[in-house]
């Protein structure tokens, strides 16, 4: 069982910057695809961005290609999001999720991902 804690959420102003973390549990950490999504106040999770186990391969949503850097540091079990020039629109909950390696469905989706963390709430003023 893979434990995630998110944290680096608050309040920003729009157009400022912001790095999330998620510190995971498993000592296996590097054999796990991960993910970010978001859940917008009375919306559905969405993907953000996604980075293969060896941190390689990154993929990003449309609406964050250019201003979200997803990357990992397996010696420390931590994955980042680094988040530049936000907007109101961006305020969600920020999830991380990690993805067995025999999970076969669309890496795109909730469905993909196995290991849930809690969420850290980022919120942007306008």
């Known amino acids: 069982q893979v434990q995630l804690v998110e944290s680096g959420g608050g309040l920003v102003q729009a157009g400022d910057s912001l790095r999330l973390s998620c510190a995971a549990s498993?000592?296996?950490?590097?054999?796990?695809?991960m993910a970010w999504f978001r859940q917008a106040p009375g919306k559905e999770r969405e993907f953000v961005t996604r980075?293969?186990?060896?941190?390689?391969?990154?993929n990003y949503a449309d609406s964050v290609k250019g201003r979200f850097t997803i990357s990992r540091d397996n010696a420390k079990n931590t994955v980042y999001l680094q988040m530049n020039s936000l907007g109101p629109e961006e305020t969600s909950v920020y999830y991380c999720?990690?993805?067995?390696?025999?999970?076969?469905?669309?890496?795109?989706?909730?469905?993909?991902?196995?290991?849930w963390g809690q969420g850290t709430r980022v919120a942007v003023s306008s």
């Open positions: 999720a990690a993805r067995d390696p025999w999970n076969s469905d669309s890496c795109y989706t909730e469905t993909g991902y196995n290991y």
């Open positions: 498993e000592r296996a950490f590097s054999t796990y695809a």
């Open positions: 980075i293969s186990s060896s941190g390689l391969n990154t």
